[in-house]
């Protein structure tokens, strides 16, 4: 949907959490920021270098003003001798300074999630053989053969539809395969996103929620109060204290969150986290899962989750297989392979672009002499577009690049605009080249 988006002549206002959607579209991030709102131009890589720079300052100058406050406090509290003779102007500027040291907002902090792992499981987590399942005429799960070992970390990637959670399902032992055999390891403690979903009493509140109504969760093997627990999930105490019902969908999925990291795992299965998610909780909890022990299975359309968390990645691909890749998200999207469509995406125009199988018994199209030397150019031409693309961003977030004649701007923000265009058709067009050329 981007490229459509970004052809379009008038001004876009949109909302996301997907950071490699926003870094493609952006051209300017406005932020709510302790109830103002804040303009940051550019795009995402930008803002978040222009935001810690921010932060920086804010915090340089809060540290100063402290300073100075601790100095009048102590002025103020000089000797009664020292007072009777006192300044009232700046008695006045103590108060004044006090009122605004009160009326501070903190950022808000970043998150801290901790997930509690379970003792170690055995080496072999999932030993899944020639497995298969299909509804009807429809293969659901082509025959295929996993070993799920220790520590592993594996990316589930296809589109909606094509048996993902099924797949999920049959690996956790909730549902039998047709053929083939699944056998679990020694010791395993499965932590499952996705039953947490169903489980929240909108009646209690946060904290009753997250350890049956108890209030210590274990953490590291320590109990730890569980208002402080929640901190780490973004929840300040008040918002400990609310009733699940008085929540918004993003704050819901903490909750789940935090409950399922109160409980020890050390295999934790995560089937679609990221949605309605806001991206400080999406950072947190993917620096949380690059810390966890144990072993781990994502589900997610999220590209930049799964290249940040995943080490591995099993692909529902158009012929009709299941493969494993070594690798995130962009490490099989480099392939130039397509992701298996489900049956309303096949009724079309038989586009392959979309993902879909090529018509059973249709003739394999060849590259012809033009498109094969298209396609040695295209590499070259994408690494040129990026290191231009690189160096004008790099000149753009300088503090005094906005200060330049009004006219050169806009030329630069435009040359970065066209050349960000001209790279994601590039990349697109070397994606069909390259699907073509490996059948």
Do not use: C
């Not at 950071?19 to 932020?31: G, N, Q």
């Not at 082509?142 to 594996?154: A, E, H, T, V, W």
């Not at 400080?280 to 589900?299: A, D, F, K, M, S």
């Not at 125009?349 to 298209?374: D, F, I, T, V, W």
Request: net charge negative.
């Amino acid at each position: 949907g981007g490229a459509a988006v970004r052809g379009w002549p008038g001004a876009v206002l949109f909302i996301s959490h997907d950071r490699t959607f926003i870094d493609k579209l952006a051209t300017r991030i406005v932020e709510v920021d302790r109830g103002k709102l804040i303009s940051w131009p550019g795009n995402y890589q930008d803002f978040l270098r222009r935001k810690e720079k921010a932060l920086a300052d804010e915090e340089k100058e809060n540290a100063l003003f402290d300073k100075r406050l601790a100095e009048e406090e102590s002025w103020i509290r000089q000797g009664i001798k020292a007072r009777r003779t006192r300044n009232e102007g700046r008695v006045r500027a103590l108060k004044a300074m006090r009122e605004v040291r009160a009326q501070r907002i903190k950022p808000p902090g970043k998150a801290r999630i901790h997930i509690e792992d379970a003792d170690r499981s055995g080496r072999k987590v999932i030993t899944a053989k020639n497995i298969s399942l299909a509804f009807g005429d429809k293969q659901v799960i082509p025959p295929m053969s996993l070993k799920i070992l220790r520590g592993d970390r594996i990316g589930l990637v296809g589109n909606n539809g094509v048996g993902k959670s099924t797949l999920l399902r049959i690996l956790l032992g909730e549902l039998a395969p047709e053929t083939g055999t699944v056998k679990h390891g020694t010791n395993l403690e499965v932590g499952y996103f996705d039953q947490f979903r169903q489980e929240l009493d909108p009646e209690r509140t946060v904290a009753q929620n997250i350890n049956d109504g108890s209030d210590f969760v274990q953490v590291n093997g320590k109990p730890r109060h569980v208002i402080g627990y929640l901190t780490g999930f973004l929840f300040s105490p008040k918002r400990a204290m609310t009733p699940v019902k008085a929540l918004s969908g993003g704050e819901r999925n903490r909750v789940i969150l935090a409950r399922l990291f109160a409980q020890p795992s050390n295999l934790l299965v995560l089937d679609e986290p990221t949605n309605d998610l806001d991206v400080e909780t999406l950072e947190v909890l993917e620096e949380q899962l690059v810390e966890y022990p144990g072993t781990l299975i994502v589900v997610s359309h999220d590209r930049a989750f799964l290249d940040n968390v995943v080490t591995s990645t099993l692909v529902f691909e158009a012929d009709g297989g299941i493969q494993e890749y070594v690798g995130g998200y962009s490490d099989w999207a480099r392939r130039g392979r397509a992701l298996a469509a489900t049956d309303e995406q096949n009724t079309g125009s038989g586009s392959r672009k979309g993902g879909a199988a090529p018509p059973a018994g249709a003739a394999r199209r060849k590259l012809g002499y033009r498109e094969q030397q298209e396609l040695s150019a295209l590499p070259e031409r994408i690494a040129e577009l990026e290191t231009s693309i690189h160096a004008l961003q790099e000149e753009s977030a300088e503090p005094d690049f906005y200060s330049l004649p009004h006219e050169e701007v806009q030329d630069k923000l435009q040359q970065l605009a066209d050349w960000q265009t001209e790279l994601d058709q590039a990349t697109e067009r070397w994606l069909e080249l390259e699907e073509i050329a490996n059948g």
